[in-house]
């Protein structure tokens, strides 16, 4: 009995040092300790108001706009600024003036619920009309915003507020609506109203105005506004920033932002920053992570910090800041700013013809293989093959075309689809052309490496290929910056889990080692997907790291032929709850830390439940997305009434493949346990099978039919030499 009990000691040794090991390497990623987070925080004086800050909001101002000839004033000062493109997404598809200052007012998403979308009511006095029910409405939308925040933390902190236009009150005002001081416009400030006050707002309505005054059309359209009357409102605009900067005190911050469309169709727009501590460079922000872009709900970080004031928890952006790279000329900046936009708007009008080509390859590809599956002839076989892995090599090489700037071209949708068809035809060479070609899993593993590999090197280099790839994120949604996606995920996920299970099937096959080897493959490359998943400064993913744990608990369950029992099932999420727990802990310590830190602070604060649900509300809206399922039924039904029902071959073709590669059966079944597990622990919901599938079910469909054209089970391994029996034992 003392071995076996020193065996099972070692091995909950091992499991320990492994978990360890891990945290460590995280803890290790982290730049601070609990110690240091906790030293700061406790040493920290209470805040009180240092310099000044001039908030200048111009609601629909792009930077297209900026020229100079027309706006010589704005021309100027991209020289001088810190620059960078503002995402303005607030709650509704696109942002109202009244929104973008709501959203400045609380640090959060805001929105005029009802009203339309016109320009901010003009204060009585000091005091926003209706502002107790616009705070009552934000205070239950999905992000709970509070309204008001900016006004009050700039109080404690023992400053006052100036407001100048109707926008910059609602965007001033305390949680009672009140600002300390109010004049209409910029005309009627007296000069020393510029110096009254720490915080000085000031709305500058002409763009968004003349979209407004041109009103809409019978049918609720905007009436189209020319290029020379909105130049003319540029021009406006402009002569009022020149006023404002020259009535600005000497020393003081000023902060420029576009912080609302002027069209129902979202953008992004302007953000510029002037004074201690800004210069000529680029802007970001720890909320993106990226060159030149920061978000409207950094607006109201930057204006507390930037005067000393503690930021409530509430707020939820982060301050600007420059990121190291000195801008070039104003010409070359407001080129580079403005494609940045251009890359979003014909992104956006894109990426639902991509999804609807996307299903029509499914489809298509699975009626083609039912027809083809049930014909004996070899040249069928080899074109479905071929077929099946250039559809699953169609999301991979979506992400690829974003290496050459075909948003830029004359003829966009043109040239995208080229470069994705040129890299479909380089995958799918790649995995026909080699040694692997002749295996069950290889051509497949080739793709699916491939997918996995282009994401990693991407969530590690920056997210050039997610941002604005046709199966990516936007900026102008906003729902991610940098990192992994939810989509992405499913993608990168689903390519690692493939990649490993070709692997651990050839070193079964190769060695005959049903256990130890593969088992340390599949634990190997679990835990290396953890890291390049939850690392902050990679995956930053949440919801991913929650799933890839069970995914690969499965995966190494059904490698090593052990049963799911239910007892094995709860120690397996009781680990990942304390794994996945502590790097949110860990993560929570950083200075800034992702939403991955932001969960235990939730946790903390007892907030935990409010964002559970809205993430919960989230994943079941996906389900009324009918695209995704139509991906997801057609999938499920072609595995089961053509891959799993007996062909001519007298055999289930999928059946025909477990039976070749070993490991193969466990490789989707941790797909699909990662797949569902991912669609119910995240807000994307059925958009993660639904891409999962787009690369699994065409790689299973491959799969098959190489085992078809093998025809028959693989012979079982030959005996190590000294396993063979001897002649007197023959």
Known sequence: MARPRMAERHRRSAAIAVLVGFAA????????????????????????????????????LRWGDIRRTTAPN????????????????????????IDGWLTVSAGQRSQLRHGGCGLPPAPSGTAVPGFAGLRQDNAHNKYGSKLGLLGDAVHRAGGCTMAIGPGAAVGAADGTGRVDGYTPSVDKTPADAWSRCALTVVDVDDVVRAYINAGVDVNGHQVHVTDKGRAT?????????????????????VLLAGLSDNTSTGRLH???????????????????????????????????????????????GSPWRLDGRKSASVGRVVRALTDRDTHARVYDRLVFPFYLVLIAVQIGLYAFATVALRRKGHGL?????????????????????????????????????????????????????????RSVTGPGAVVAGATALFLTLDVVTGNHLQNCSVLGYTPVVAGRFYGFGNTTWALWITGVIIATGALAGRLIAGRGDRRLLPLVLVVAAGLAALVVDGAPMWGADFGGIIATIPGFAAFAFMLTGRR????????????????????????SLRANPTHIGEFWNNLVSGDAGTVLFRKFRGMIGTLSHWQLTVIIVAGIGFLFFALLRPLAWRAAALQMAYERAPALRATFFAVLVTAVVGMLVND????????????????????????????????????????EPSAQQA
């Open 381 to 437: 076989l080899a074109t479905t093959k071929a077929l099946a892995l250039a559809a699953g090599a169609l999301p991979v090489a979506s992400f690829l075309a974003n290496v050459y700037p075909w948003w830029r071209s004359g003829h966009p949708a043109l040239t995208l689809t080229l470069l994705v068809l040129l890299g479909v035809a380089v995958v799918t060479a790649a995995a026909l052309a080699g040694p692997w070609r």
């Open 564 to 587: 799911v029992r239910p007892t094995r099932v709860i120690a397996v999420l009781a680990a990942g709850a304390v794994l996945v727990l502590g790097v949110s802990f860990l993560d």
């Open 25 to 60: 390497a995280l803890l290790g990623l982290l730049p601070e300790t609990a110690a240091a987070a906790s030293a700061t925080e406790t040493a920290a004086p209470p805040a009180k108001i240092q310099g000044r800050v001039l908030l200048i909001g111009v609601p629909g």
């Open 74 to 97: 704005l021309w100027n000062l991209t020289g001088q600024a810190a620059v960078g493109s503002l995402s303005v997404k607030t709650v509704a598809g696109h942002t109202c003036p």
């Open 270 to 316: 302007v953000a510029m920053a002037t004074g201690p501590g800004y210069g000529p460079r680029y802007l970001t922000a720890n909320s993106t992570r990226t060159s030149g872009l920061v978000t409207l709900t950094d607006v109201t970080s930057t204006v507390l910090h930037t005067l000393g004031a503690k930021q409530p928890t509430d707020a939820i």
């Open 233 to 253: 409102a540029v021009s406006a605009a402009d002569a009022q920033i020149g006023k404002i900067l020259r009535a600005a005190p000497a020393g003081t911050t």
């Open 684 to 723: 994307s919901g059925a958009a993660i099978p639904a891409m999962a599938f787009t690369v699994a079910v065409p790689l299973a469909l491959a799969a098959s039919v190489r085992a078809l054209e093998l025809g028959g089970p693989e012979q079982p391994p030959r005996p190590e030499p000294s396993e």
